[in-house]
């Protein structure tokens, strides 16, 4: 993220989550140093170039467009109202930063843009639906993303992060990054590493979505939310 980043306000208030460090998944050193037992995660995907480019990227990405156009199915069961906790942002330096106020954007077919706070049912075919929480929002002049954390237990637990970035050389870039770990109910060995496997799998068909052309994957049949 761009240096001297804001934080908002932040509150512990009516946020069970099914993991401990929220907010982690924007810390600069995420990748050398998780949340302890987590394992992180980062993955790119070069989108195209130019300002137009990024805007209808961005827009698709806030509007649930990775995954839906992953084959996954999104129920927004909560709206958030973009005030609640965030999480720590920080600088690039590591240093936390001071706060401000969110603001409300809209796709270009009106649909609102994702909003902290907002709970939400995502499906994939063959797996449970997961309950997610919408920790914080970035929309800034070349990043624009956001980032959930699971509210269930029924796999992989973690926060994600999926964002657009329109960098100095005019391209345009999507990205995810996270950390996760095997539920606390207990997933072990060779179970649990399968399941991380396909977590970042899902990652990478959300952000191939995102790419120009991509054609919406089919929710039917197994492994349906691998394609992209």
């Known amino acids: 993220m761009s240096d001297g980043q804001p934080t908002r306000r932040q509150s512990h208030v009516d946020m069970p989550v099914s993991y401990a460090a929220v907010g ?11 949340p302890n037992g987590s394992t992180p995660y980062e993955e790119t995907l070069r989108l195209g170039s ?14 649930w467009g990775a995954q839906r156009g992953a084959g996954m199915t999104v129920r927004e069961v909560q709206r958030g109202t973009g005030s609640e906790y965030q999480g720590p942002e920080f600088d690039a330096a590591g240093t936390p930063q001071a706060a401000a106020a969110p603001e ?7 649909d609102p843009y ?11 075919a063959g797996q449970p639906e ?17 980032a959930w954390g699971t509210a269930d237990e029924q796999g992989v637990v973690g926060e994600q992060q999926f964002g657009i970035e329109l960098r100095e050389d005019d391209t345009v870039w999507a990205f995810a990054r996270g950390f996760l770990d095997a539920p606390k109910s207990g997933l ?13 799998e899902q990652v990478r068909a959300q952000l191939a979505a995102l790419a ?3 054609q919406p994957a089919s929710t039917e049949g197994p492994g349906a939310e ?3």
Do not use: N
């Not at 130019?50 to 509007?63: D, K, P, W």
């Not at 997961?130 to 956001?146: A, P």
């Not at 060995?189 to 977590?199: I, S, V």
């Open 24 to 34: 982690a998944s924007r810390a600069p050193d995420l990748l050398r140093y998780p």
């Open 50 to 63: 130019g300002q137009e480019r990024f805007l209808v990227a961005s827009s698709l990405l806030m509007t």
């Open 104 to 110: 409300e954007h809209f796709g270009p077919d009106g």
């Open 114 to 124: 994702v909003v902290p706070g907002t709970r939400a049912m995502l499906g994939a």
């Open 130 to 146: 997961r309950e997610v929480l919408v920790i914080y929002t970035v929309t800034e002049d070349r990043t624009v993303g956001f």
């Open 188 to 200: 072990l060995g060779l179970r649990a590493r399968a399941e991380l496997k396909l977590a970042v």
């Open 212 to 214: 120009p052309g991509a």
């Open 226 to 228: 691998r394609s992209a």
